[in-house]
């Protein structure tokens, strides 16, 4: 069955910036620019099933939930609810104003943790994948939210590409210097030499240092740690890699949404997906968009319901889609960091 004490959840599909390999770009025909609100968070996913969950990711296939307009509220409720669960909202950070920061600096506690997703070391490098980024707004908040919260865990969060590989080190310099906890390196797989088909010519966000491209088909992440603070939720990895031996000696099916580490998925019209990659709005992913948007959509059915449809022990199982087929594969039950970070 599906494991749901982690979600991944998308509060809004809005954005303010236009990043070339974002879904945004990348199928703009089908983008619909909505966001969920408190009044579904209390009444579709309700008091029972969050008191059950015990952790939370706020992080967009298409927006950024820091535009969420209820996002704090939806965070004070959640908190109210269950005070142990682990918020973790991961945003770009720009354009929010110092009053907004504050006020979620005063929600979140030592449970949380806060990714800023900046790729650069000022507005002009930023900018080059970040389009359309604030630099001033988004050190603005960081700033904010510090001076107002230092118990929450946070992250600077960078991917490796041709204009920032060999300033990589500058980059994590500065994270140190405002005092994050963690700098994350990402090494992604969207570039020319993993899908020419897809990039084609001459890709110029591609770093010529080919350590730094993803080898598989899903990212790769390295991480340095810059305090002597705990991260949040790392009780839960231990859990994660039983159920990952679990399912390689038992099992005939690798999906990590039956791990729980990657996080069943909600968008921003209330669809649930076992995760987030089966729900990128990608041609290839179209019975589960139907599937989504029909039998398994939070405004029109429980969640008690979905969780217990007959299709989750029958046809899902079969983890035939293109998605199940490149990302879960079995060997990767035996990579840590595929069964243990998000």
């Known amino acids: ?12 599909s809005r954005c303010t910036l236009k990043c070339p390999r ?11 620019n909505q966001s969920l609100t408190l009044d579904f968070f209390v009444n579709q996913v309700g008091s029972l099933t969050i008191k059950q969950i015990r952790k939370i990711t706020f992080c967009g296939n298409d927006g950024d939930p820091i535009y969420c307009p209820e996002l704090v509220e939806i965070c004070r409720w959640i908190k109210s609810e269950n005070p142990l669960c682990h918020l973790h ?14 006020n979620l600096a005063n929600v979140l506690n030592v449970y949380d943790q806060v990714t800023w997703s900046i790729d650069g070391w000022d507005q002009q490098s930023n900018e080059q994948y970040r389009v ?88 790769e992440r390295s991480t340095v740690k810059l305090s002597n603070k705990a991260q949040p939720s790392s009780e ?12 390689a000696k038992h099992s005939t099916h690798s ?56 299709y989750w022990q029958t046809e899902f199982l079969k983890f035939d889609s293109l998605e199940c087929t490149t990302k879960c594969t079995r060997e990767k039950l035996q990579d840590r960091e595929h069964t243990t970070e998000w």
């Open 236 to 247: 839960l990895k231990p859990l994660f890699i039983k159920r990952a031996q679990d399912l």
């Open 22 to 32: 974002c879904p945004r770009a990348e199928v703009p025909e089908s983008l619909l």
């Open 89 to 102: 909202i991961i945003t770009n950070g720009s354009y929010r104003k110092p009053e907004w920061w504050e």
């Open 255 to 310: 999906g990590i949404c039956l791990i729980g580490n990657k996080g069943v998925f909600v968008n921003s019209q209330g669809e649930f997906y076992p995760c987030c990659w089966v729900a990128n709005r990608y041609e290839h992913n179209q019975s589960w968009h139907t599937l989504a948007g029909t039998k398994f959509n939070l405004n029109h059915r429980s969640f008690t319901d979905i969780i217990n449809d007959p």
């Open 1 to 12: 069955m599906l494991k749901w004490d982690h979600w991944h959840i998308e509060p809004s």
């Open 132 to 219: 359309n980024c604030d630099w001033d707004s988004i050190i603005e908040g960081i700033d904010t939210f510090r001076k107002h919260n230092t118990s929450t865990f946070r992250t600077w969060a960078t991917i490796a590409f041709r204009f920032n590989e060999y300033q990589l080190h500058i980059i994590q310099k500065l994270a140190q210097n405002m005092q994050f906890d963690l700098f994350q390196l990402t090494k992604s797989t969207k570039f020319a030499s993993r899908y020419p088909t897809i990039y084609q010519g001459q890709d110029t966000l591609e770093p010529l240092q080919k350590d730094l491209i993803a080898g598989g088909h899903r990212f």
